[in-house]
């Protein structure tokens, strides 16, 4: 095992609640406080104490060189204090970290681009904000100019530059800041789709560059492609540090996993709904069971159950599948044009009383991983009474249908049998290669 | 083997052309509790970012004016203007013998220098609250460029000066060798005011509020538009405490050729120096707490 660039030990990060309230103290309160310190030693030790708030608590992990690490979490988890320590912003408050190298901190794009400047003005002092040299900007003038995009406007003071093109700059510098160890929070999303494109895989050229990256973010495709390992915060500590597959599904169904494929509300005052309708239970049953793990080449039934206070109303149910990162796969409602069969209830006046929905999906459909499902239930087709946010998770794994001949990586949110055909076109091969050489 | 696969993570440790170095030595990140030295190799290796710095403030104060840095000259002579036509002529304030023009512009050029070094590192660091949120470098630089910014200053208004002392003919004498002492002394001075109130803003805004006034006051308490003969015999030992005395006296003595007061002198120097480690040290305590409180 190499030697880590990176060494966190038990670093810990302990804030004021309040601190703005301190911080505009006055001045003659401070002095007032100051005189009667010896009496009220104890009593302002004691608040201080309730009134702080661990941001980050025994944190430990080592990062090799060449590393590509992603740090994950819900928003306050701890993962931009851990940055800024770890950038020398602001200092633990308990514990140590040790760096066997120069860091680059990346936590905003523009850092110290001053408006009235032009864009090139700007270079040079955003390039010695970030820690490079001049002689080291100067090489790199070129590449920056290009990657930004901004040619044309880099004798403009950037105060006129479109907001796009602002991000852009900053992100160019940035992009060719080359220390040891980088460290970035959350900046790629910046410009058009296009540029963060280029963003995305500038940042896998730093990673292949053999440059050690901690990469905050919470754009869980982007930690994906860019890093092997990830490492999940919560509550101010480490809940999981191993693959960024592992780490990501972890995070993603933090809220789901507690049940196994049926969720049911037994009350119905408090079920999710209205004094319309409300939901009951939804389950996903495939193979004839209920469950949470199904076989890539089974149907999955969604059931939806729910009940019907008013009679006479007319009731569509529908669901919204998401993946693993709540990117939507698919909507579907039961609706006669939209329904692959019919339903005898479509379009009725439902009386009072608790009904079943069910939507079959296809087997041979979902690719590997995780889904989620919301839940619709409409009134009149276009009212909405429930939407069940996130109500259940199912995994789909492979049992060898589709794997028999290739065991790699398989690429997409579906994973449809699709038809494929060859044909000859010709069969005088040898002479196509000759005409070609 | 991954012939269908896009989007798996790099290749880590891939080849390239330039192999990142590790260090031997770690920068060590952990909480401190003593007394902090000045890192002087930190700072001579962000000598580049003091520089783009300073020539950010310089650029950026002149950028949209008509006159730009004209204004460094027209402030001192102005000000020195009206203080000859109504301290000079209307109240016929002693002048000790020079031109009343030339002892007022001989005060207000290390004064504006002074008092603007002061008030500017002083707003320094709250002021670049967006860099030190975000950004990794020793906080020195912050009130340390904002100085060096006004040293620019002070150089030009001092041409200014030295165009003034020819015309009204003064003799130069030896005693002009000292000057560059008496520049690094009131440098200093600043430097140990400007970063103790950059340091105590950041906490207390009411530091922001409180040094103009101390700054107005602290102008009359010096000999800039008075000779010191003015102050009274036996108030002149109190007087001497004020560490501007003998250094803005001073300036002006051995620009203008006249006896220079060492017991003032030293006195300065001394208030000056204790004032400038006071100041790093109070400084350094101070400066890991900026970003979280800021």
């Known amino acids: 095992m190499a030697k880590p660039i990176i060494r966190v030990e038990s670093l810990g990060k302990k804030f004021r609640l309040g601190a703005k309230a301190h911080s505009n103290l006055r001045l003659a309160e401070a002095f007032a406080a100051r005189l009667r310190a010896p009496l009220k030693m104890k009593q302002r030790e004691a608040d201080s104490e309730a009134q702080t708030v661990w941001a980050l608590r025994d944190v430990s992990f080592e990062v090799e060189p060449g590393e590509v690490v992603g740090v994950i979490g819900p928003n306050g988890a701890g993962k931009s204090t851990l940055l800024k320590i770890l950038s020398r912003i602001t200092e633990p408050t308990s514990g140590r970290a040790e760096l066997y190298g120069r860091v680059g901190s990346l936590l905003e794009v523009g850092t110290g681009f001053h408006p009235e400047l032009t864009g090139r003005e700007n270079i040079f002092l955003n390039g010695a904000v970030l820690g490079m040299r001049r002689s080291e900007i100067e090489r790199k003038f070129e590449q920056i100019v290009s990657f930004a995009e901004i040619d044309r406007f880099l004798d403009t003071p950037v105060k006129r530059y479109s907001s796009g093109m602002y991000m852009r700059l900053g992100f160019a510098v940035a992009a060719h800041l080359d220390p040891e160890i980088l460290v970035v929070d959350e900046v790629l999303a910046v410009g058009d789709a296009q540029f963060q494109a280029k963003c995305i895989s500038k940042m896998g050229d730093v990673a292949r560059g053999g440059r050690t990256v901690l990469f905050v973010s919470h754009n869980l495709n982007s930690i994906l492609s860019l890093c092997r390992r990830s490492i999940l915060i919560s509550g101010g500590k480490v809940v999981y540090d191993g693959s960024s597959d592992g780490a990501v599904q972890r995070y993603v169904t933090a809220g789901t996993l507690q049940h196994k494929g049926e969720r049911i509300w037994e009350d119905p005052e408090s079920a999710p709904g209205n004094e319309k309708i409300r939901l009951r239970a939804v389950r996903i049953v495939s193979g004839n069971e209920i469950t949470q793990d199904v076989d890539i080449k089974n149907d999955i039934r969604v059931e939806i159950e729910f009940w019907n206070f008013r009679p006479g109303t007319r009731i569509t149910a529908s669901i919204h599948l998401l993946d693993k990162l709540k990117t939507g796969v698919l909507a579907s409602a039961n609706l006669q044009s939209a329904n692959l069969i019919e339903d005898k209830w479509f379009d009725k006046a439902y009386p009072v009383g608790l009904f079943r929905t069910v939507c079959t999906l296809p087997g041979n459909f979902l690719n590997e991983g995780r889904y989620h499902i919301n839940v619709i239930l409409l009134t009149n087709v276009t009212n909405m009474e429930v939407f069940a946010d996130n109500v259940t998770s199912f995994n789909v794994y492979e049992s060898g249908a589709m794997r028999a001949d290739y065991g790699g990586y398989w690429l997409g949110v579906v994973r449809p049998r699709l038809a494929w055909q060859t044909e000859q076109l010709d069969g005088n091969a040898v002479e196509l290669q000759e005409q070609t050489a | ?294």
């Open chain 2, 1 to 294: 083997m991954n012939t269908i696969a896009q989007a798996t993570p790099p290749n880590i440790g891939a080849e390239s052309d330039s192999k990142p170095v590790m260090r031997s030595v770690p920068i060590v990140l952990e909480p401190t509790t003593s007394l902090i030295p000045v890192n002087l190799g930190d700072l001579w290796a962000y000598r580049e970012l003091l520089y783009f710095l300073i020539w950010r403030d310089l650029k950026v104060r002149y950028k949209q004016t008509m006159l730009g840095a004209a204004w460094v000259v027209m402030q001192p002579l102005a000000m020195a203007l009206v203080f000859t036509v109504f301290l000079g002529h209307f109240a016929r304030v002693p002048s000790a013998g020079i031109p009343y023009l030339l002892l007022v512009f001989s005060g207000l050029v290390p004064w504006m220098f002074f008092s603007s070094a002061v008030v500017s590192s002083g707003n320094s660091v709250v002021g670049s609250a967006h860099l030190i949120t975000k950004v990794y470098f020793p906080r020195l630089i912050v009130p340390l460029g904002a100085i060096a910014g006004r040293l620019v200053d002070f150089a030009i208004s001092f041409l200014v000066l030295a165009g003034l002392m020819y015309y009204y003919g003064v003799s130069l004498s030896w005693k002009l060798l000292a000057l560059p002492v008496f520049v690094l002394l009131l440098t200093g001075l600043a430097f140990g005011v400007g970063t103790l109130a950059a340091a105590w803003n950041v906490k207390y805004r009411d530091v922001s509020i409180l040094l103009p006034v101390i700054i107005q006051l602290w102008m009359f308490s010096s000999p800039v538009v008075y000779p010191v003969d003015v102050v009274p015999a036996r108030w002149r030992q109190l007087y001497i405490l004020n560490p501007l005395t003998g250094l803005i006296d001073g300036f002006r003595s051995v620009l203008l050729n006249r006896k220079v007061d060492l017991a003032a002198v030293l006195i300065s120097s001394l208030i000056t120096i204790v004032l400038f480690v006071f100041a790093l040290f109070v400084f350094r305590r101070m400066e890991k707490d900026f970003a979280d409180v800021v």
